[in-house]
């Protein structure tokens, strides 16, 4: 099976990368890691091999005998990078290149010591989905190809490096003032799950295979927040069969990590917006450790196929929430999900080729046209196969496709195919097609039903006709019935309105991040000025673009806050990881 990716330039029929071995220094001076990757081929191969690159200084390309090889690299492309093309001697089976990322690298955002929670030390770190890794080696930057490695950081010997690897061990460099990590992977990986951080990082053990890792200023918290990731991952065994990554540890990160989480494998990034202090925000691990198997398992093909990994991964995860916590809360977050999806839907527009799980995406940015739309419509039409074929049937379907694919990269052809062959009639009988390759969303969408859901949606909505919650039953709420309150209410509301929701409620000064977030999208996208401060430094301490997109957008197209939105993102666009900066800039271009 050959199929070219529309967002990679290497073409994999001309010799697949299948191992690294890096040797990496991180100069925090400079802003620069330089090094060399040596790139080792499954096959030997001979004549041209395209990579991909971004903004990489490339010194020197050599053959295994040291000899100097002819290479070229070709002009940016805004969205691709470069192509790095090698001209290999006949049955080469290796190379190594010379090379420097640039300050500017997409994938890494280099932290100014008040960035962090310590304050003291600079910190590191990469985000390479979906297609950023070039910014850090020269790759076959597909989700197509796979590769072990083996990696060697030198860094300032009052920082640790942690990798998204078994775990690594420090030894002395001849580089004075500085000291060495040495990593291996030995699980192969698609280049978008290459991860590392480094900081002034500790750990603690959570379980016989869990460990948390941050700065030590977060350490406590995080392993309160997180201590049942042991059962989580004994839950998500039950769903999908044994993990196979050998550790499942985690790191949580600085807050202008720019996602929710990142499923790194064997090292999971977090954001610390989840440290909400009641355990209320822990789906997201639960999450990332589902992507354990749907992902970093059985990889999509390429981004085009996307909701193989997310619509899976949504739907084990409320698998995971309904064994740990019953199927109220299963039924809640899945209504929680269809109003994200609806309201996805419909900012694309229900005609929208955006709105298909299979997308076509060939020329199009996949940062720019992330949305919630794999992960819920996927969750949905997941659940309802499940529903079609029975859970005992689905179950031992899903243990076998994972079993069948594993270490295997799928385009959504591929899954069709299994589910016939597997589950016959299914398809058919849900319509799968339609669900598939067709915009919106089919009217055969399974329903969860949730009675809490119903009387605060109710309660929300009766709010123009002078609704209120009874304030002490209100002040009992979960963080779920918060957030789906608040959703749920107009966007704007008059200003004694949000005087009264603050006063009672004292939602200004919320610590748990998805209330805060959505009370602010609220109060001061309704003018309301006694959040402004506390929006503007939620602004400036968070860097999670699920958080700023809205807020940014909301503030934006207000008449009374548009230059306020220009000002908060002035002072803390040097703040933000390179994704989501250009995220916001295209917010306020448009
Ligand atoms: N893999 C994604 C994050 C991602 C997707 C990064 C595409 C870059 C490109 C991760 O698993 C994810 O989905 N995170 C969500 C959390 C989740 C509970 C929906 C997030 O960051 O909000
Ligand atoms: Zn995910």
Redesign the pocket.
Known sequence: MSRRDPHSFSDLEQGRVQSLDLDLNVNFATSRIEGKATLYLAAPAGGPLDLDTRDLEIKGVSASSGEALDWEIAAEDDILGSCLRVQLPEGATSFTIDYATSPEASALQWLEPAQTDGGKHPYLFS?C??IHARSVIPCQDSPLARFTFTAKMTVPEDLTVVMAAAPGTAAASEKPGTHSFSFEMPQSIPP?LFAFAVGNIVSQDLGPRSRVYTEPETLEKSAWEFADVDKMLLAAEDVFGPYLWDRFDFLVMPGSFP?????NPRLTFL?PTLLAGDRSLV??LA??LA?SWT?NLVTNATMDD?WL??GF??WA?RRILENLDGQEAKSLAAAIGRNGLMEAMNSFGMDSPFTQLQTDSKGSD??EF?SLVP?EKGFLFVALLEQAAGREKFDAFIKKYIKHFSFTSITTGQFEEFLNAELPGIAEKVQADKWIHQAGLPDNAPVFESERLKMLEDLAKGWSDGQRPEVAAAAKWSPEDWQIFLQALPRTLPLEDCAWLDDNFNLTAQGNSEILCNWLIIATGSGYEPTFDRTAKFLGDVG???YLKPLYTTLYNGDKTKDLAKQIFAANAGGYHP?ARGGIERIMAG
Not at 259 to 263: D, F, T
């Open positions: 985000q989905q979906a978008y996602y929710g989480g990142m499923e954001t789906n997201v999450h990332e992507h992902g996307f990994n997310e991964t949504v995860e996949p940062d992330y992960y999670r673009m699920k994704i």
